[in-house]
Every structure is written in structure tokens, then in C-alpha cells.
């Protein structure tokens, strides 16, 4: 009772939410690439258990799922509808993370405990580290207490390393995994690579952007030459200098700028010095609009993974089918250097009483590759039935025995590129104030581009808004 009473005043609250690792349900992106949802809701998904032939659940026995959209939830309603004689009603509580409101929630929900406390729930990239490895690691159960053979399923399902690091915890035990797989390509226009390099062969395309930056900018030169821009702004390449760097924020308990993390400073200015760029900020609507080719100058490429391309780039292009706006006339290649961006790992609680249940459930959202799991549908379109939205997932096993020919892509398959990509991304340069430093080091960044803040100040000041807001060691 106490949890659909917190859903019911939280719903007056909040506005949609946002999800990194996106769902594909076609709403509007929200700011990190995902789809907005219902700002929180406590729903009971499942239909009764008392069916004949069903196997019926002793009364009131549910799994509590907490999650920021109804992507998760609607999952497992699949797998209800898929085993109809797992026995367990669902009770999804869905809360939007818009205004931090998702942590605080869930929090109170995992220290109250009791029947009314999660038994599996959800958490993104921006937060994992804090329920994986940080302050409320304690709550999550590791898969193999459930009695999830992780080892064994984690190599047949060919799991990326990085989401295997950023789901274990301290003890060196796995406590999440996600479905999908975020690792970055870079994603451009087929036309423009042709007018300025004369093919737009991938592999071509591949070589003349990387690897590494120096290649990446003598590329931008190149472009600029033709009129051309390269990226849209300093955002499309920060993803990409965010993930790929060695160190995390904090490292022992001290503020700690890596120095491919500080080198961003100087890669923005000079993509806005030189012009390379429009200048725009993400999630805003002159970023949309060069997606479009309506920007200033036409825009060459974004960095991204696959939930960039399905749910942000095709609703922007300008079209639906292949001549309309830019749909059609995209293709992706390997980034001048490996990352990631975005995704949505999912954690049981260790005082959950229904670990078998739970267990089913985990193994197959997050390891089960075969056709009946989640992943295949979810990689070729058809968990709602045939002709839905194809995704990159987790299971690298999957996506190579799966289709992922796009129309918006030319007909490219994306697998090709996604499995490989998520093999070079780094998961261990994560922390649990990642969310918030990063807003502070992005406007620094803009506020010295700008010509507002000389390089010392802004990094001064960086460091001063860490110090005042979080409890981390600045020197």
C-alpha cells in the first residue's frame, strides 16, 4: 500500500521520463536518447493466475518491479504471456527520473524492505554505479545467488566485457546486466562521403575518420572544404571522449580529470574555432534539425549506438521511407575510438523471497539467446510482432544470427558494425556522481569555447562546483 500511495503522489509530480538505453515504443526522444514515458505509475500488468490449466500462485503473491518507463514492466508482461503458467502477478512501479526523482524512490523503497519492496528493478548508465558497485550496492543480490549459472551463460551468449564490468560489484560478483548493447559507431551521410571522398563504403569511410582524433580532424578539414560540417556540436563527439578515457571522475575519493577527458577542451574549441560544426547543443532543435540537413551548413555525421539511429536520427530525418528527408541515405562505420552510450541494467533485490521466479525472469531479459528469448525478438523487431524496430542487444551471439539489414541505413547491416563496437567500448571509468559532474564539466567546456572563461578558468571553476555540491576530495 505504502508504494502505490508514493506512485500515486509522484504521478501528480512529475512530467515524462528519459532512458538512455530507449525503448521503442516511437515516442518523442527524450534528452538521452530515449522514449518519454509515464511519469510514475503503480500498475498490476499481469492478468489473474487462476485459469484453468494455469499453475495458480498462492493469493497475493507478486514480484515488485521498480523501473523509470514502462519498458522493462512490459517485458516481463511478454514473459508472462509467453509462460502462462508462471504463476506470479507483476506489480510495476514506474517512476520518471526526471528531477532525480527515480533514486530518491527507490532508495526508500530498498532501505524500508518488506513485501512491498523491489524484487528486481532498473537502473541506467548514469546511475548503475551506484546500485552496482557505490552506496546502494549492498541491496543487489549477484546473479549467481539466484542460481544463474553466470559464467556458463555469459560466454554462450557472448556478453560484452563492458556491461560485464559495470554490473559486478566490489566482491567481484555480477549483480546487473541490460538487454541491449550501446557501443558507439559513427553514424553518416552516404551522400556527403560521396561528394567529398568519392565512396561510401564503410570500411572507406571507417579509415578516413580514425583511427584516433588527428585522423578525425583531418577529416573535418576535408569536409570543410566542401562546405561541410562534421558533427553537429561539441556534444556529438563527448560520448565518445567520455567512455573512452582511462580514468573515472573520482579515483579513491578525489576529483580526477583524465586527460582525455580535459583534452575535450581543447577538441571543442577547435571544432568550433575552425568551423567544423553548427554549434548546436544536443536534444535541442537546431541538433534535430541537421538531422534533417536543415542546419547551417550539412552535416556529416553523429556519434551513437543503435538506439541513436532508431529512435532520435529516423524521427528527425524528415521522411519515413527512402527519398524522404535524409532516410535512406545513412550508413555507419567504426568510431575513430571505442564507447559507449547509454543503457538500462537490471538488479534483484538479495532479500527478494521468489529467487527462482526472479531468476527466470533475469535470465531471459538479460542471457537467454536463443529464438525464444527477449533478445532475438527485441534484435529483429518482433516482440510485438513481425516488422517492429530492430535493436542492438547484449547478446552478441544473438545480433550474429539476426537481421539487422536497415532501410534507413541503405540496407547496411548494423550488426556488422555493432558487435565489434561493443567489444572495443571500456565500462571501467564509470562512477556514481557521473550524471551530475558531467553537467558541470559540459557548460565549463561551452563556457570556454564561447570565449567566456579562459581554459584556467574554467577548469578552476569545475573544480570549485565539485567541491561545493559533492562529497568528493578536490585538489
Not at 509522484?10 to 525503448?23: K, P, Q
Not at 556478453?159 to 553514424?187: E, S
Not at 562546405?227 to 579513491?252: M, R
Request: proline fraction near 4%; charge should be negative.
Amino acid at each position: 500500500m505504502k508504494k502505490k500511495l508514493l506512485s500515486v503522489l509522484l504521478t501528480a509530480a512529475m512530467a515524462a521520463t528519459l532512458l538512455a538505453g530507449c525503448g521503442g515504443s516511437g515516442d518523442a526522444p527524450a534528452a538521452d536518447g530515449g522514449t518519454e514515458a509515464p511519469a510514475a505509475e503503480n500498475t498490476d500488468n499481469a492478468e489473474s493466475s487462476s485459469d484453468e490449466g494455469e499453475a495458480a500462485a498462492p493469493a497475493g503473491e507478486v514480484i515488485n518491479v521498480w523501473a523509470f518507463t514502462d519498458e522493462v514492466p512490459n517485458m516481463i508482461q511478454k514473459y508472462k504471456d509467453l509462460h502462462p503458467d508462471f504463476p506470479y502477478e507483476i506489480n510495476a512501479t514506474i517512476i520518471a527520473t526526471t528531477d532525480g526523482a527515480y533514486q530518491p524512490a527507490l532508495d526508500q523503497a530498498l532501505a524500508a524492505g518488506g513485501a512491498e519492496a523491489p524484487d528486481i528493478y532498473c537502473a541506467e548508465a548514469a546511475f548503475v554505479l551506484k546500485y552496482a558497485q557505490g552506496d546502494a550496492s549492498g541491496y543487489a543480490a549477484p546473479y549467481e545467488d539466484l542460481g544463474i549459472d553466470v559464467a556458463a551463460d555469459i560466454e554462450a551468449a557472448d556478453i560484452a566485457q563492458y556491461t560485464i564490468d559495470i554490473g559486478t560489484n566490489p566482491d567481484g560478483k555480477l549483480v546487473a546486466l541490460g538487454y541491449q548493447a550501446t557501443g558507439g559507431a559513427f553514424i553518416y551521410r552516404r551522400s556527403i562521403a560521396k561528394d567529398v571522398w568519392g565512396t561510401d563504403d564503410p570500411a572507406e569511410i571507417g579509415k578516413k575518420i580514425g583511427p584516433g582524433w588527428d585522423q578525425f580532424y583531418a577529416a573535418a578539414d576535408e569536409l570543410k572544404a566542401k562546405g561541410y560540417g562534421i558533427v553537429s556540436g561539441d556534444g556529438d563527439i563527448w560520448h565518445a571522449v567520455e567512455n573512452s578515457s582511462d580514468a573515472g571522475w573520482i579515483v579513491d575519493g578525489k576529483l580526477t580529470i583524465d586527460p582525455k577527458r580535459e583534452e575535450f577542451l581543447d577538441l571543442s574549441k577547435e571544432l568550433k574555432d575552425k568551423g567544423y560544426h553548427n554549434d548546436t547543443q544536443d536534444w535541442q532543435d537546431a541538433w534535430f534539425a541537421d538531422m534533417k540537413g536543415e542546419g547551417q551548413q550539412q552535416i556529416f555525421g553523429f556519434f551513437g549506438p543503435a538506439w541513436l539511429i532508431n529512435y532520435t536520427l529516423a524521427p528527425n530525418c524528415g521522411g519515413a521511407a527512402v527519398g524522404e528527408g535524409t532516410y535512406g541515405d545513412w550508413a555507419i562505420c567504426e568510431p575513430p575510438i571505442g564507447f559507449f552510450w547509454g543503457g538500462t541494467w537490471l538488479l534483484a533485490n538479495k532479500d527478494t523471497q521468489k529467487k527462482e521466479a526472479v531468476a527466470e525472469i533475469l535470465r531471459w531479459i538479460t542471457l537467454d539467446c536463443s529464438e525464444e528469448g527477449l533478445q532475438y525478438m527485441w534484435a529483429n523487431g518482433t516482440l510485438n510482432g513481425e516488422g517492429g524496430t530492430k535493436d542492438a542487444v547484449a547478446s552478441g551471439t544473438v545480433m550474429e544470427m539476426s537481421n539487422g539489414e536497415l532501410d534507413f541505413l541503405g540496407g547496411q547491416n548494423m550488426f556488422e558494425v555493432f558487435v565489434p563496437a561493443n567489444q572495443f567500448a571500456n565500462g571501467k571509468n564509470l562512477t556514481q556522481y557521473d550524471e551530475t559532474i558531467n553537467t558541470y564539466w559540459r557548460d565549463q567546456v561551452r563556457e570556454y569555447t564561447s570565449g567566456n572563461k579562459s581554459r584556467e578558468q574554467a577548469l578552476a571553476d569545475f573544480k570549485q562546483q565539485v567541491a561545493d555540491n559533492l562529497d568528493v576530495v578536490v585538489e
